[in-house]
């Protein structure tokens, strides 16, 4: 059970991170519009007119009052610290000057290596049902590996208005209630509550229609600190620590997995941007933004929803929650363009039938 004084410094680090960045965004904004940090719209995207971007910032910001006013300094949070600065640091300079592939992949490998090396935030090994797994030299690899995961996922699924911040805050929200159920009063907890009220407060501006984007310096920076909070979760790994926080990103993680076949199978380049991402397929079925968002929202809740009851020790609720929920995305796959497109499939299919339909209109 949870203590009076604990209660009162929960809701101190959502209010006071919430309430700083909601009145904070109105500045970012500002500068975005002077440094002309502005996504233009164009034929992939669904805004119609530019948008200030830089709202990362204001993100960013909340977090460092966060560990101001509640944190403790130590070498695991100056890993944390300088990690994050080189992440928003380096979506700051892509969302003014947009960078190449191989320039931003840069910025996560340090932002994701100085966890690794100097914080010593590892995931070393696993065990689940009965077996130890210890992954020796892999470990920084792994570790690595699983932080630019999570920053791409983040940055992918980052296309509506809402989406990602919304995603973000479920995942905070459900982590949190995961660590007080658990008892874990950490660092994680402690970041996990102070990234719930900075999310929150960055949705009062970017919730449909938005006045800002959080762009590359938002995105990149949720995604790595979502998956710092993860690996601080990770000590003494069983397949439950491990798993949960994955579930509750599904939908951003199925859709780098998804977006990685499509581009597989068109024989396309991973970083190729393209209109078949989830929250797409859903706009294509005439649904609304703010629709599209929510419905989202509803089905990470719901992985959220699972992954607590889990945790609470029912766990065939649990297994049941999670096998509709699979079923639903599965009828997803096959009723959508995600991870094909059958449009053009059966373009191919009509003219394989049809070969003379072709060469009609050349010149003899």
Do not use: W
Not at 234 to 254: D, E, H, R
């Amino acid at each position: 059970m949870m203590s009076e004084s604990e209660v009162i410094k929960i809701f101190l680090m959502v209010f006071s991170t919430f309430l700083f960045v909601a009145l904070f965004i109105p500045f970012i904004k500002k500068i975005a519009i002077h440094v002309d940090a502005m996504d233009i719209p164009n034929a992939r995207k669904v805004h119609k007119v530019p948008i200030p971007r830089l709202g990362g910032l204001g993100i960013y910001f909340g977090f460092l009052l966060g560990y101001i006013i509640f944190g403790e300094p130590s070498e695991i949070m100056n890993a944390i610290l300088i990690g994050s600065f080189v992440i928003v640091m380096t979506g700051v300079i892509d969302d003014i000057k947009p960078l190449n592939t191989s320039t931003k992949f840069i910025g996560q490998l340090i932002a994701a290596s100085i966890v690794a090396f100097y914080g010593n935030i590892l995931l070393k090994d696993i065990s689940a049902f009965g077996i130890y797994i210890d992954f020796g030299i892999f470990t920084y690899p792994l570790t690595i590996f699983f932080i630019l995961g999570c920053i791409n996922c983040m940055n992918f699924i980052d296309g509506l208005d809402g989406l990602a911040a919304g995603i973000s805050s479920i995942y905070f929200l459900t982590i949190g209630i995961i660590a007080i159920i658990q008892q874990k009063m950490g660092l994680d907890f402690i970041l996990t509550f102070t990234m719930l009220g900075s999310t929150l407060g960055f949705l009062v501006h970017n919730f449909y229609p938005a006045g800002i984007f959080m762009g590359d310096s938002g995105s990149m920076f949720l995604g790595f600190i979502i998956s710092v909070i993860a690996l601080l979760g990770f000590k003494n790994v069983t397949m439950t620590s491990l798993i949960i926080p994955l579930l509750i990103l599904a939908i951003p993680i199925l859709d780098v997995i998804f977006a990685i076949l499509r581009r597989y199978i068109k024989g396309q380049k991973f970083s190729t941007p393209d209109k078949f991402h989830i929250h797409h397929q859903l706009l294509n079925r005439n649904l609304s933004q703010r629709a599209v968002v929510l419905i989202i929202y509803v089905i990470s809740m719901l992985f959220s929803i699972a992954s607590i009851i889990y945790i609470l020790k029912t766990r065939v609720v649990g297994y049941i929650i999670y096998g509709i929920l699979v079923v639903i995305i599965l009828f997803l796959i096959l009723k959508t363009d995600v991870v094909i497109n059958h449009d053009e499939i059966k373009g191919k299919q009509k003219n394989s039938l049809n070969p003379k339909k072709t060469n009609k209109n050349k010149k003899v």
